[in-house]
């Protein structure tokens, strides 16, 4: 297994970094990318591509871009396969990202659900907003220079 950090995003931040190239999402999700892997599983995979087909993003991307988005994607992070199932989560939808940090062995859990969010830490893996990732990842810097 790598050195590198292992980093779940939900959903939501992915999608916003797909459709806002300067939001605080796109700016954690690409600072994250050259530093670690980006996990997935089946399950986050077919979310993202539910959510990425629904008529409201026409306006921001073509459908064509949102396939290509979403192919690159699943070629470039790791999938996981999910062996055990969690159901820890207010919200039992966002179960699937607990399961492929759980199985994937995450350093982090990058979203803005504050049903993920209020099970900070899980275990030792911190939950944190795309806003905390930047912030930690600012604070690490000038320490490694």
Do not use: W
């Not at 050195?3 to 999700?29: C, G």
């Not at 690409?30 to 026409?58: N, R």
């Not at 699937?96 to 995450?106: E, I, M, P, R, W």
Request: proline share 6%.
């Amino acid at each position: 297994m790598s050195d590198k950090p292992r980093f779940v995003f939900d959903t939501n931040v992915i999608v916003s970094a797909l459709l806002f190239e300067h939001s605080v999402p796109a700016q954690a999700f690409f600072a994250a990318l050259p530093e670690g892997e980006i996990l997935i599983s089946e399950p986050t995979v077919l979310e993202l591509q539910e959510v990425l087909s629904l008529k409201k993003f026409d306006k921001y991307l073509t459908a064509q871009e949102r396939d290509e988005f979403l192919g690159i994607l699943v070629r470039q992070a790791t999938t996981v396969a999910i062996r055990k199932e969690l159901h820890v989560c207010r919200d039992p939808t966002d179960d699937k990202f607990l399961d492929v940090a759980s199985a994937g062995n995450a350093n982090y859990l990058i979203t803005g659900d504050a049903d993920l969010l209020d099970l900070n830490p899980f275990g030792d893996m911190p939950i944190l907003t795309p806003a905390q990732y930047l912030a930690s990842v600012t604070e690490k810097k000038p320490s490694e220079s």
